[in-house]
């Protein structure tokens, strides 16, 4: 899939979720934020209701949770006994340690890419197909991939990416813009290692246990992989959700 090429979203991510918010609310749906999930509440076995952290219950007849396994499994009262418990056990999360560089100057503007053989790195320059800084600079990822480890020692992770900045960068420290340094970013939260083909733990997006409760994410499904696998997910999801309205 990445030989055909990939596509970066002009001036980031964020445009993608703001678009998002716009077309929901023109469609009629109600955006609410700084009041989380407590619990997914169910009568006679079936979805019934969203309980806030503010105490307040807001009754539906369908849930579609965007979170990871675990976090969902917290949602739920008795998970641990029904598949999302299951999915939950079998999933792999994946973690990487992140530097972010934004440099004025390339001095050398043709390495745009390299991944470690010997080691689990990762280096592109994702500025250039789009525009990701309002003063022209160059923007750089370096990763290292850590696997399920999320315990790795950070400062050494840091010092690692600052290495591979010298070898495929030599002079990047001088012209450094801004600069932001992340241990532990959760990149997927399941491998989708070979042993299911590639698939997610959790094969489709309902709970089959919970008439109205669906799941979403790059855990979810045997179709794509991180993003693509979320938004396969997502709709399959939205279109089952929608036989409960």
């Known amino acids: 899939m990445a030989g055909r ?7 980031g991510w964020q445009t993608v979720v703001d678009d998002l918010r716009q077309a929901a609310v023109r469609a009629g749906a109600e955006v609410a934020t700084g009041c989380g999930v407590e619990q997914i509440v169910r009568s006679d076995g079936r979805v019934h209701a969203l309980r806030l952290s503010d105490g307040t219950e807001i009754k ?3 849930v579609i949770s965007a979170a990871g ?18 999915w939950s056990k079998e999933s792999s999360p994946l973690y990487a340690a992140c530097l972010d560089v934004a440099l004025g100057r390339l001095p050398y ?14 280096f592109s320059k ?5 525009t990701l800084s309002d003063n022209g600079a160059h923007v750089l990822h370096v990763m290292r991939y850590n696997d399920s480890d999320c315990k790795r020692d950070a400062e050494a992770d840091e010092r690692g990416l600052a290495r591979l900045m010298d070898l495929l960068e030599p002079g990047w420290d001088k012209e450094v813009v801004a600069m932001r340094f992340t241990p532990n970013v959760l990149v997927a939260h399941d491998l989708r290692t070979a042993h ?16 109205g409760l669906f799941v979403a994410g790059d855990w979810v499904g045997p179709e794509g992989r991180l993003a693509d696998a979320a938004l396969a997910s997502a709709k399959s999801a939205a279109q089952g959700a929608m036989c409960y309205a």
């Open 5 to 11: 090429g990939v596509r970066y979203v002009e001036r």
């Open 69 to 86: 396994p675990q976090e969902t499994c917290r949602l739920v009262d008795g998970a641990e006994r029904i598949s999302i418990g299951r």
């Open 196 to 211: 299911r083909h590639g698939a997610g733990p959790a094969p489709g997006p309902a709970v089959p246990e919970v008439p």
């Open 126 to 130: 994702h500025s250039g197909p789009v």
């Open 109 to 122: 503007p043709e390495r745009v890419f390299a991944l470690g053989l010997d080691e689990p790195l990762y």
């Open 60 to 62: 539906v007849s369908a």
